[in-house]
């Protein structure tokens, strides 16, 4: 039995470089959406400070998942009472085509089974 060891070397530094991008991509994605709001709070307070507003740092700056939820709703049921109801009538024609060989499996399947 022949082991080929570089090639078993090669798959095992490919598949241990593969699984570790997968890992240092993924650590990253959970950082960045970990504490991306907590920078963009801290903008916004800056931002409120510099134009003269007092924000207590206790206060919530975004709005809670209700709120979104409550609007999101709002928006869908306005824009789907603008549209009227309109009556659809599909026809479906059957049109018959003449035989035409370009499109014929047969050829195909014949060409094989000659001896």
Same mark, same amino acid.
């Given at each position: 039995m022949n082991i080929n060891w570089p090639t078993i070397i090669d798959g095992l530094l490919i598949s241990g470089v593969g699984y570790l991008v997968v890992l240092i991509a993924l650590s990253l994605l959970y950082f960045v959406?970990? *504490?991306? +709001?907590?920078?963009?709070?801290?903008?916004?307070?800056?931002?409120?400070?510099?134009?003269? #507003?007092?924000? +207590? @740092? /206790?206060?919530?700056? $975004? %709005?809670?998942? /209700? @709120?979104?939820?409550?609007?999101? !709703?709002?928006? *869908?049921? *306005?824009?789907?009472?603008?549209?009227? @109801?309109? /009556? $659809?009538? %599909? !026809?479906? #024609? #059957?049109i018959s085509k003449r035989y035409s060989p370009w499109s014929s499996k047969i050829f195909g399947v014949m060409k094989n089974l000659k001896p």
């Open positions: 959406f970990r *504490y991306l +709001p907590d920078v963009l709070h801290a903008r916004i307070r800056s931002r409120l400070r510099r134009q003269g #507003k007092h924000v +207590p @740092e /206790n206060e919530q700056l $975004t %709005m809670v998942g /209700n @709120e979104s939820a409550a609007i999101a !709703t709002a928006l *869908y049921l *306005y824009f789907n009472e603008v549209h009227d @109801e309109e /009556n $659809t009538i %599909m !026809t479906i #024609k #059957k």
